[in-house]
């Protein structure tokens, strides 16, 4: 064996070409794609204006509109989620608009970069990263706007960055007792997770990204858009073309696409949309529920302090605060050893945290897999807080209870 087809890790040698057939992908996107799923891209694509791939759109149309619990339009496309989170703005505002943004993570902060880059009159409420937004601010200050000035209250359902779940339900009865702004949301990582009732809670716009709950690659976003929200966009005076959702909206009542959509990547969705219908919705949210149970129980059991409470928990990502050990020397070790990837913290905590994804095509076997790995790598870094196998029983016990 050469030195390029194998490494050494103390006095364990190891082949190269495995360890990289093993990647598994535990960050809160991209996410992992089940086998059906990446076949599906292997078909030659087919012209998007054929009778063939229309009948896919209103296959794949539906079962957006059921994964969103709404009779809104759901829009498909080419973008990033912050493609996707750009349209949310652009449609239905205009330059000097008032607007709230919640923020405490990356994400919130993105929301109000994109709105200050359209010159909207942005009012941000924060909470410190690793807490959830307050309700109550945002009570105050729809209270306090008589003349309804505010147009949307902008926020991010799960603050991907610090694993966070802001409470959305219990900001928007707020916004609803306000009555005239839109809710806009960003559900990139609560989609497909959580349960998310657009048409229940009246959401006006909601956001989302394909690498994330729906099991595909990137290069997908997803708009859903409220009739509230439509009677808003003819108001709309932000520029806008490539983004314009009317486009969308006009198509997609077609069962088609203004622009050339990435058609492989809609074969991909289809088959990733009927997965999630054979699971069910309740299953789904169950499994992701159940998994953050058994990773939360498994970091305190090793002695892994978590970086946000039990109540405010993201279904989608953990966060770890570890604190004998340096977050990427951890990182860096389950990827070495493992071939796991781990998400490390963004912005002012980088270096601080480490992220566990389970977000989409995650198994109990997965979680299993990355505590194992994790007691494995904290042990071979001297951390020992903890017995051996105590992280493996405490996730085993909640896996299994249900
Ligand atoms: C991933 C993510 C996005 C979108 O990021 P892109 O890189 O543009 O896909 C937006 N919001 C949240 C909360 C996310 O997790």
Redesign the pocket.
């Known amino acids: 064996m050469g030195s390029l087809s194998s490494f050494k890790i103390g006095r364990v040698v190891f082949a190269q070409a495995l360890m990289d057939n093993k990647l598994m992908l535990m960050i809160?996107?991209p996410t992992p794609i089940p086998e059906k799923v990446l076949l599906a891209q292997a078909k030659h694509p087919i012209g998007h204006r054929s009778g063939e791939f229309s009948e896919i759109m209103g296959e794949v149309t539906e079962n957006l509109k059921w994964l969103h619990q709404t009779q809104n339009d759901v829009l498909v496309l080419s973008a990033?989620?912050?493609?996707a989170?750009e349209a949310a703005i652009i449609n239905f505002l205009s330059r000097g608009d008032r607007v709230l943004v919640g923020s405490n993570g990356k994400?919130g902060d993105?929301w109000a970069q994109i709105c200050q880059a359209f010159g909207l009159d942005t009012q941000i409420i924060t909470a410190q990263w690793g807490k959830p937004l307050d309700p109550a601010d945002f009570q105050q200050a729809l209270a306090a706007d008589t003349d309804k000035a505010i147009k949307a209250v902008i926020i991010?359902h799960?603050?991907?960055s610090t694993g966070v779940l802001n409470s959305l339900e219990a900001i928007n009865t707020h916004v609803k007792a306000h009555g005239e702004a839109l809710i806009v949301v960003?559900a990139?990582?609560s989609l497909g997770a959580y349960n998310l009732p657009t048409d229940e809670l009246g959401l006006d716009v909601v956001g989302s990204?394909s690498?994330?709950g729906y099991m595909i690659p990137?290069g997908l976003g997803f708009v859903s858009v409220s009739a509230k929200a439509w009677k808003a966009y003819e108001q709309a005076t932000l520029p806008k073309f490539y983004l314009d959702l009317g486009k969308y909206q006009k198509a997609a009542a077609k069962n088609s696409n203004p622009f050339t959509p990435p058609i492989s990547l809609v074969f991909a969705l289809q088959t990733a949309l009927q997965m999630m219908k054979a699971e069910g919705l309740g299953s789904i949210f169950a499994r992701h529920d159940r998994q953050k149970r058994a990773t939360r129980a498994a970091m305190r059991a090793m002695g892994q302090p978590l970086f946000t409470s039990d109540a405010a928990a993201s279904p989608a990502v953990t966060a770890v605060m570890p604190q004998q050990v340096d977050a990427e020397q951890i990182r860096s070790v389950m990827k070495k050893r493992f071939n796991i990837a781990l998400a490390g913290g963004q912005d002012q905590l980088k270096g601080q945290i480490f992220r566990i994804g389970h977000l989409g095509f995650v198994s109990d076997r997965d979680i299993l897999t990355v505590v194992g790995a994790l007691e494995a790598t904290l042990f071979e870094l001297g951390a020992d807080g903890s017995a051996a196998g105590a992280g493996i029983a405490a996730a085993s016990k909640i896996l299994m209870a249900s």
């Open positions: 809160p996107g990033s989620g912050t493609g989170m994400f993105r991010t799960s603050e991907t960003d990139v990582t990204g690498q994330k990137p």
